[in-house]
Structure formats: structure tokens, C-alpha cells
């Protein structure tokens, strides 16, 4: 009999059994009520909350998040704004954020109000005002570290210049050549003499100039000689170091060719030798990343003209054969 009853007792209470929850987390069976989320029961708001993600900065739990590009998981707009990269100019840190390219490959990030400040003349990227020059130049903060200011130094590397281009490609380092250092108006007005720059960012000119006479030869025939010869270079005052070592590699090719070549009709040819000896000039300085503006310079005489050139020394793999075509 009693067998009989414990048999029956059990079947009815087996639907009781059968409704039994157990806690998702500390599984214990739950008693009174509970916690139930995406399909899991909570004995309490403890267990409840032990299931909520972690926040990547401050490793709070949190029910409410945001979530970043890579999937990192953030309690607040505070925590997730701490991981964004800082302006790299006014070094605030925000959602808002814009990443820019100068015309050497370099990438940086700004915020929104950095990013509208006037553009370096260099790199081209946004300034922040770092320095303003009076001639309307403004340079940014990475540009500015690097200038030279001190005229015996510019002339310095005026002469490190001549020498390392007579060393490498053969160009005559005696005849002289007088340097100017000017500011951006005085050299835009010495380029009206010359050829003008279409990349809208100048920073050198060769001038050359000669004075003659009439003589009279044999026979009483007279004729014009050169007298003499007036070779001028002139080079922006405060410039970053690198940018002066290849603006005086670029000028003194074209006196280079003013002498060796004579005077050259085609601009585009003359513009791209002297962006080819500047290039190779940067390669052999190590300085390299100067490069990428000229391989994508829009410019139809500086860019167009140094790819020209590039494509013909590579063929020749001859500076004398490669600069017969300026001819």
C-alpha cells in the first residue's frame, strides 16, 4: 500500500517538477520571482547583472552601451570618445573627427575646428595657425619645427648643395651664382621675369641674365659677345630643412642646363629634368616621401614634365642621354 501511494505521490507531483527554473547563472532553483532576458532566467538582479558585457575603458558592467567600429563594447559617450585618435593640433579627443592626407602620403586626424584652419604651405595639411609669416605664409606646428631661419645656414646648405650635385651628377661648382633669400611677394615678382610656377606653392628661381658688347673683329665686321654672365638664384626665407635641400637641387639644374644646354624652349621638358634631379637628389638624401608629390602632381609642366623625364632616365638609365631630349 505504501509503495503504491509514494508511486502516485510522485506522478503528481511531476508537473510542478517539470515547471522548475533554474537560475541561467548560479543555477540554483528559483523560488518567488524573478529575472527573464533574451530567453534566460535570473534568480536575482546580481545574477542579472553578471551577464551584462564589460566596458573596454573602465571594465564596468553595462546594460546600456555603445559599440565601436572594431566591436569593443563602451558604457558611456565619455568611454567611447576616449578611444577616438586626438586632433593633432588642438589634441581634443571626438566622435567627430576627420583624418587627412598631405601631398607626401602623411595622414593625421583633426577635429572639426582644426580642420577648417588655413592650409600649410608646404605639406598642405591644416596649419592651426601654428606660425604666421609676414608674407602671407602660414606654417603648420611639424613644418615649423623643422625651418631654417638663419641666412648663414641657408647659404650653408647652398653650398652642400653645389657640392653634392657636382659630386653626384657633374654639375660645374665654381661659376658664381649669387643667393637671395626674399619673402613670397619679392619672389612671385622675380617669377614674372622668368617662368611662373602653376602648382600656386613657389619657393625658388633661377634668374640668368647676360651682358654684351660689340666688338669689331677682322675686316672691321663687328659682332656681339657676352661680357658677362649674371646667375641669380632666389629661395624663400624660413623654409623646412628638407624642402630647401630640394629647391636648391631643382634651381641649380636649371642653371645647370642654362649653360650646358642653352636656353630651352620647352618648358615642360626643362620643369621635369629639374624635378628629375631633385628626385633622385631626395633619394640619395634618404628623403624619399618628397617624391610622391611629384609622382602625383597634377601640374601639367611640374607634374606631367617630371613623369616625362622620370619615364626617359628610366629607359636610358643615362642623365646625359636623358637630358638630350631637352634639347
Not at 604651405?121 to 608674407?135: H, V, W
Request: charge should be positive; proline fraction near 4%.
Amino acid at each position: 500500500m505504501k509503495k503504491c501511494f509514494f508511486f502516485i505521490l510522485f506522478f503528481a507531483a511531476l508537473p510542478a517538477l517539470l515547471t522548475a527554473l533554474d537560475c541561467s547563472v548560479c543555477r540554483k532553483n528559483i523560488r518567488g520571482r524573478y529575472l527573464s532576458a533574451n530567453g534566460k532566467n535570473f534568480c536575482s538582479q546580481h545574477c542579472f547583472q553578471t551577464t551584462w558585457p564589460e566596458c573596454s575603458r573602465c571594465h564596468r558592467k553595462c546594460r546600456q552601451y555603445f559599440t565601436a567600429g572594431n566591436g569593443k563594447i563602451f558604457c558611456s559617450k565619455a568611454c567611447l570618445a576616449s578611444t577616438f585618435p586626438p586632433c593633432v593640433i588642438c589634441g581634443k579627443k571626438g566622435e567627430k573627427s576627420v583624418q587627412a592626407q598631405n601631398i607626401f602620403g602623411k595622414t593625421a586626424i583633426y577635429c572639426m575646428d582644426c580642420r577648417h584652419s588655413k592650409r600649410c604651405y608646404f605639406c598642405m595639411l591644416p596649419s592651426g595657425n601654428e606660425k604666421n609669416l609676414t608674407d602671407g605664409r602660414t606654417l603648420c606646428r611639424s613644418c615649423s619645427a623643422e625651418t631654417v631661419d638663419d641666412p648663414a645656414e641657408v647659404q650653408r646648405i647652398f653650398q652642400q648643395v653645389r657640392s653634392d650635385l657636382a659630386r653626384d651628377f657633374g654639375f660645374d661648382p665654381a661659376h658664381r651664382i649669387r643667393l637671395n633669400i626674399v619673402d613670397l611677394p619679392t619672389l612671385k615678382k622675380r617669377m614674372t621675369q622668368s617662368v611662373s610656377s602653376d602648382d600656386g606653392k613657389p619657393m625658388g628661381v633661377m634668374l640668368y641674365t647676360e651682358e654684351r658688347e660689340e666688338i669689331t673683329g677682322p675686316g672691321g665686321r663687328k659682332r656681339e659677345r657676352v661680357k658677362e654672365k649674371r646667375c641669380r638664384i632666389y629661395v624663400l626665407h624660413t623654409m623646412p630643412r628638407d624642402f630647401l635641400f630640394q629647391t636648391f637641387a631643382h634651381e641649380l639644374t636649371h642653371d645647370h642646363l642654362r649653360h650646358h644646354v642653352g636656353e630651352v624652349k620647352d618648358q615642360v621638358a626643362e620643369e621635369g629634368f629639374c624635378e628629375l634631379i631633385a628626385a633622385l637628389y631626395n633619394s640619395r638624401r634618404g628623403k624619399t616621401y618628397l617624391n610622391q608629390a611629384k609622382e602625383q602632381n597634377p601640374s601639367p609642366v611640374y607634374g606631367a614634365g617630371y613623369r616625362k623625364m622620370r619615364d626617359l632616365y628610366r629607359k636610358t638609365q643615362s642623365l646625359p642621354a636623358t637630358m638630350r631630349h631637352i634639347r
